[in-house]
């Protein structure tokens, strides 16, 4: 089961206000631990803007995120939300500092983060009610936004490495390119595989949403949803193309989910990510996959992150999904984020979900 650890950091606040007038909007980034995702938080956690609340799958992850990101240990939280029940009248203790699902669990959080009993809960939260009123953690209480920035994501398999690599002979011998890129075959782990992940998992997280009355959801997805035969639908499956892939169908099934959910939304699908520092190409905007016809269709990474941060503004109250990649700019002015976010939400466009 998909475990959602939620890391409370009060980073960007100082330790002598204690006074809940003083935090920043609460916002909840899921995917805390991810490549994209602890960006975003990173940058939220340094502004006195927000209160950011991360959601990573593993303590392993909690501890990578709270070390790179510097935010606090007061608490932690292990929570299966893609798990959510309607059935279960058990909800979580309103006192919690943190709760996992099992003792084994407990003893290891103890041991590792060096707490207490009085910060750690055995409870399964697996069972938490949709319905019942303390079904929900009090820390999330109060958030104004989320980010959802989780995904499936796939390994190489190694068998396939060995194949590619005992052709090579072949291929150079055959004029060929000596490796193929499309060679190498890709697997989802089990139960993190795209319908689960990227579909079931951003489902609950958005009646998760609705249940704590936040009205605006950002969404990190990928550009390609709109052709069925995007090479990266094809990653999990096998020859006969039987397996869990459809990855980028997947994320769009979730995306008209919360086009139909009434929640305000931006929902950007950026190109090819990239690890390369922010603000040094400018940003291109379009809808409907128009921009997989330029060279050139990649992004940092660091750049979506900003993008994700200005949609918690200039996005607020309005309806948007759009793709995003980034090029050399003209001039050496480069437009902040919001600034290039609001030119584009001013032109009304946004993607086709018929198409």
Request: positive net charge; proline residues 4%.
């Amino acid at each position: 089961m998909t475990k959602i650890l939620i890391l409370f950091s009060l980073a960007a606040v100082p330790l002598v206000c204690g006074f809940a007038g003083d935090l920043g909007r609460k916002v909840v980034v899921t995917g805390a631990a991810g490549r994209t995702g602890k960006l975003v938080f990173s940058l939220l956690t340094e502004s006195p803007e927000f209160d950011a609340v991360g959601l990573v799958r593993t303590e392993k992850s909690a501890k990578r995120v709270m070390k790179e990101v510097k935010c606090g240990l007061d608490h932690v939280i292990v929570s299966d939300v893609t798990q959510l029940s309607s059935n279960s009248e058990n909800g979580i203790p309103r006192g919690l500092n943190g709760a996992v699902r099992t003792e084994k669990s407990a003893k290891r959080v103890m041991k590792e983060v060096k707490c207490g009993l009085d910060h750690v809960i055995v409870s399964d939260v697996t069972q938490l009610s949709s319905n019942a009123e303390n079904g929900i953690p009090r820390g999330l209480n109060g958030a104004e936004a989320m980010i959802i920035c989780t995904s499936a994501v796939p390994y190489i398999s190694k068998l396939s490495v060995i194949k590619a690599m005992m052709n090579i002979p072949v291929n150079v011998l055959s004029g060929k390119k000596a490796l193929n890129p499309r060679d190498f075959r890709f697997r989802f782990r089990p139960d993190q595989y795209p319908e689960k992940v990227d579909y079931l998992g951003q489902v609950t997280q958005i009646d998760l949403a609705k249940k704590l009355g936040i009205r605006h959801v950002v969404v990190v997805s990928s550009m390609g949803g709109t052709n069925s035969e995007n090479f990266l639908n094809s990653i999990g499956k096998d020859k006969n193309g039987d397996g869990n892939g459809d990855i980028l169908l997947w994320k769009r099934k979730a995306e008209r989910y919360l086009t139909e959910s009434g929640l305000q939304y931006t929902i950007i699908h950026p190109g090819g990510l990239v690890d390369t520092p922010p603000g040094e190409k400018e940003f291109v905007l379009d809808i409907d996959d128009k921009l997989l016809e330029h060279e050139n269709r990649s992004i940092s990474r660091a750049d979506v992150a900003r993008l994700c941060v200005a949609s918690l503004s200039v996005g607020k109250g309005r309806f948007a999904s759009f793709d995003v990649i980034s090029r050399d700019g003209e001039d050496s002015r480069l437009k902040p984020a919001e600034d290039v976010l609001d030119d584009f939400l001013q032109t009304g466009k946004t993607a086709d979900y018929s198409l």
